[in-house]
């Protein structure tokens, strides 16, 4: 019994230990990596509790109208495989906007994304986007009547819920973010959807995808779902794994050419 209590007390210990270093090291990474985003962004928007920072790339040539992107970053928050993305997608002829959704912090230290992941209530990051589609109605250079928004894990799953608030959102791309399979709500959807999904990836089974899917035509809307074999989860990392990769090539295309028919 005597034995049993020590042990008790000892791992008692041992989670308390992780837990206190576990929140010491997302302290200091906050600070490490507090002038990250600043460094990152090329633009200020104007925000709904201040200025919003946010990575803008434009098309090379032509003074029409180009269609919007909204790209949002994975849990991460704005980096540069975002920024990779952002400017290989502004190369089809895209106006690319990557709104820093986590308020000035991205980092590489999981607990630290998990943190600022949790911290980061849907309401805001709902108010944030629409202030970015705000900033742009106005752009000569931007179509505001042809608007994608589209992420990855975090954006993926925020672009879903974003779409399916406004329905002015012609396209919206989920990779590998969490899904819905409520017929009603996708009914609210104003455009077609491309799901991109890892076959491996243990955070987003394949029975959600599958009912996903399900749910999507059951509502009427026009859709493509992928899941590619042997990947897990964040399987497109950025330009380098896209150029390099025929796997991340393949899933980045489906995006180019899904924009291209729909936007």
């Known amino acids: 019994m005597r034995t049993l209590r020590r042990l008790s007390i000892g791992l008692g210990l041992a989670?308390?230990?992780?837990?206190?270093?576990?929140?010491?090291?997302?302290?200091?990474?906050r600070w490490w990596?507090?002038?990250?985003?600043?460094?990152?962004?090329?633009?200020?928007?104007?925000?709904?509790?201040?200025?919003l920072q946010a990575y803008l790339a434009r098309p090379n040539g032509g003074t029409e109208p180009r269609p919007l992107v909204v790209m949002?970053?994975?849990?991460?928050?704005?980096?540069?495989?975002?920024?990779?993305?952002?400017?290989?997608?502004?190369?089809?002829?895209?106006v690319v906007i990557a709104p820093d959704l986590m308020r000035g912090r991205s980092t590489r230290w999981l607990p630290s994304a998990i943190w600022q992941t949790l911290r980061t209530p849907d309401e805001r990051v709902r108010s944030d986007l629409d202030a970015v589609l705000a900033a742009f109605a106005g752009h000569a250079d931007v179509d505001?009547?042809?608007?994608?928004?589209?992420?990855?894990?975090?954006?993926?799953?925020?672009?879903?819920?974003?779409?399916?608030?406004?329905?002015?959102?012609?396209v919206t791309g989920v990779y590998y973010g969490n899904v819905s399979d409520d017929v009603e709500a996708?009914?609210?959807?104003?455009?077609?959807?491309?799901?991109?999904?890892?076959?491996?990836?243990?955070?987003?089974?394949?029975?959600?995808?599958?009912?996903?899917e399900r749910a999507l035509a059951e509502a009427g809307v026009e859709h493509e779902v992928h899941v590619f074999d042997g990947?897990?989860?964040?399987?497109?990392?950025?330009?380098?794994g896209i150029a390099?990769?025929?796997?991340?090539?393949?899933?980045?295309?489906?995006?180019?050419?899904?924009l291209q028919r729909h936007l």
């Open 15 to 29: 989670f308390l230990a992780v837990g206190v270093a576990l929140t010491l090291s997302v302290s200091v990474d």
């Open 33 to 51: 990596t507090r002038d990250r985003v600043e460094a990152l962004a090329n633009v200020e928007l104007a925000g709904p509790a201040g200025p």
């Open 72 to 94: 949002i970053h994975e849990f991460w928050g704005l980096d540069e495989a975002t920024i990779g993305k952002a400017e290989l997608l502004a190369a089809e002829g895209y």
């Open 144 to 170: 505001a009547t042809r608007v994608a928004v589209m992420g990855f894990c975090f954006g993926g799953r925020m672009s879903l819920r974003y779409a399916l608030e406004r329905p002015d959102v012609a």
């Open 186 to 212: 996708l009914r609210r959807l104003g455009g077609p959807v491309l799901g991109v999904f890892g076959a491996n990836d243990g955070s987003i089974p394949q029975s959600e995808v599958a009912a996903f």
């Open 231 to 240: 990947v897990g989860h964040a399987f497109v990392t950025g330009p380098a």
């Open 244 to 258: 390099s990769d025929p796997v991340q090539a393949q899933a980045w295309r489906l995006l180019v050419d899904f």
